[in-house]
């Protein structure tokens, strides 16, 4: 990539990471990547499906349409730090992006121009459509957009995602849908009245209860997670008339989560039966289990391959071991991808190298992984298909203040770049041979089976959020 352009993305992704606005709030990080996507000659629709903060940009004309998906949400609770190899305490409420959604976005970007410059200089026919998909984490963005149509266009999606490893990402991820289950009481004295009361915290507790003994009955794949996120009030001399409770429900498919969803739905109306009170059901948000392309997989790979992985400088290594320090060894060996060809070269990678130098070999793989994401959308509209880079030490995951903390050094860049530089390749290689496009929608019709994508929120939640 020209060192102008990485100078460019470096600057962007760096503003993206301060900005650092959770989802649906993302209007700073959204206009700057509109502004930086008309300066470089791509049409800009904003806002779009109903969200401020959602975007489309499109360069070409003709097929094939190439899609490419960026986000730049950020997370609560993270130590938003830069460059600090160990934690710090958090200020209250404090936002930072500690799943990289930032970098995401940028390499996202990245791709869309070099695509862009591969058309302009070839003088061929094809489109660029970058997707600016807000509130990955929590609101389902990318739900909304394939809702509203805004994939149904284009012939293949291309997406990425910063992580501890080099590789083609495969296989599943489980279909979610989250909800607000409010209990409504009546308040009393709770020494010298409580027969009067009606405990609408007590409903969440047994709600809690009855959904922790359903955990039996569910398939092992299957999750339940809850925080109650409103409990009444800090008297305990007063029956709680107002509590709510939040639960996200996990399931290998969207079948499979809307079925559980309703037992869930159920043991809350049995608390709610129970305690004399009343709930009401707040549908939040839901997303579909990722329907993984093997074509696709087998393109990103060759290219993944052509371009190579980065060489790292021994200032970055050492800055990427005192980060990997921070987290224990024996959990990095631990949490390691599936279907790795190779797995003892990759634990020996992690035991001997302070960040991943190598590409991980992976076998083509359809069991479905812990933890969600809106790509499953998009995912059942189009064929789609997805590459991780390293843009971190080995060591801590996700959602962690590690990963924050490395958000705007070198390594981070580079894992970017290298994200746009084969994404782009993949794209390439898609325009010059179609029949790597027809071979890959074969092959999502025949996983589709005839089925047609339903997105799992009702069509009257908008875009929102839930205070």
């Known amino acids: 990539?020209?060192?102008?352009?990485?100078?460019?993305?470096?600057?962007?992704?760096?503003?993206?990471?301060?900005?650092?606005?959770?989802?649906?709030?993302?209007?700073?990080?959204?206009?700057?990547?509109?502004?930086?996507?008309?300066?470089?000659?791509?049409?800009?629709?904003?806002?779009?499906?109903?969200?401020?903060?959602?975007?489309?940009?499109?360069?070409?004309?003709?097929?094939?349409?190439?899609?490419?998906?960026?986000?730049?949400?950020?997370?609560?609770?993270?130590?938003?730090?830069?460059?600090?190899?160990?934690?710090?305490?958090?200020?209250?409420?404090?936002?930072?992006?500690?799943?990289?959604?930032?970098?995401?976005?940028?390499?996202?970007?990245?791709?869309?121009?070099?695509?862009?410059?591969?058309?302009?200089?070839?003088?061929?026919?094809?489109?660029?459509?970058?997707?600016?998909?807000?509130?990955e984490e929590g609101g389902s963005g990318k739900a909304y957009l394939a809702r509203a149509g805004f994939f149904d266009d284009a012939d293949v999606a291309l997406t990425w995602h910063p992580d501890n490893f080099h590789m083609v990402t495969t296989g599943s991820s489980q279909a979610c849908i989250q909800a607000f289950f409010d209990f409504h009481g009546v308040s009393s004295h709770a020494a010298a009245a409580p027969h009067l009361g009606r405990s609408a915290l007590d409903a969440v507790e047994i709600m809690d209860v009855g959904a922790n003994y359903l955990r039996e009955h569910i398939e092992p794949t299957e999750r339940l997670h809850y925080a109650i996120v409103k409990t009444g009030g800090e008297s305990p001399n007063v029956v709680q008339a107002e509590a709510r409770v939040k639960y996200l429900i996990r399931s290998t498919s969207a079948k499979k989560v809307k079925a559980l969803y309703e037992r869930v739905c159920d043991v809350a109306r049995g608390a709610a039966m129970i305690t004399g009170t009343t709930v009401d059901i707040i549908f939040d948000e839901g997303l579909y289990d990722t329907l993984p392309n093997f074509a696709l997989e087998d393109v990103l790979k060759e290219s993944f391959?052509?371009?190579?992985?980065?060489?790292?400088?021994?200032?970055?290594?050492?800055?990427?071991?005192?980060?990997?320090?921070?987290?224990?060894?024996?959990?990095?060996?631990?949490?390691?991808?599936g279907a790795v060809i190779d797995i003892m070269a990759l634990k020996d990678n992690i035991e001997e190298s302070e960040l991943c130098d190598i590409f991980v070999d992976r076998i083509h793989y359809e069991a479905c992984e812990p933890g969600s994401t809106d790509v499953g959308d998009v995912s059942w509209v189009l064929p789609t298909a997805q590459i991780s880079t390293a843009c971190y030490s080995h060591g801590a995951g996700a959602h962690s203040w590690q990963w924050t903390g490395q958000g705007k050094s070198s390594i981070a860049l580079k894992g970017a770049v290298l994200a746009a530089e084969v994404l782009a390749d993949a794209a390439k290689s898609l325009t010059e041979k179609p029949e790597l496009i027809e071979k890959a929608k074969a092959e999502f019709a025949k996983r589709m089976r005839g089925q047609k994508y339903e997105c799992l929120i009702p069509a009257d939640v908008k875009p929102h959020i839930y205070s």
């Open 1 to 135: 990539m020209r060192k102008d352009y990485q100078d460019k993305l470096y600057a962007l992704l760096c503003d993206i990471w301060g900005y650092s606005e959770t989802m649906f709030e993302e209007h700073k990080s959204c206009a700057r990547m509109v502004e930086f996507l008309k300066e470089e000659g791509f049409e800009v629709q904003t806002p779009v499906a109903d969200m401020d903060t959602a975007y489309v940009g499109v360069y070409g004309s003709g097929k094939p349409v190439i899609c490419f998906l960026a986000e730049y949400d950020a997370l609560h609770g993270m130590s938003q730090e830069a460059d600090i190899c160990k934690y710090s305490p958090l200020e209250e409420r404090e936002q930072g992006h500690g799943c990289g959604h930032h970098l995401l976005g940028t390499g996202a970007i990245g791709a869309a121009m070099l695509y862009k410059d591969y058309l302009q200089e070839n003088g061929i026919s094809g489109t660029v459509k970058i997707v600016g998909c807000p509130a």
């Open 305 to 337: 391959l052509k371009i190579g992985i980065p060489e790292y400088t021994a200032e970055e290594r050492a800055y990427a071991k005192a980060f990997k320090e921070s987290f224990p060894l024996e959990n990095a060996l631990n949490n390691v991808p």
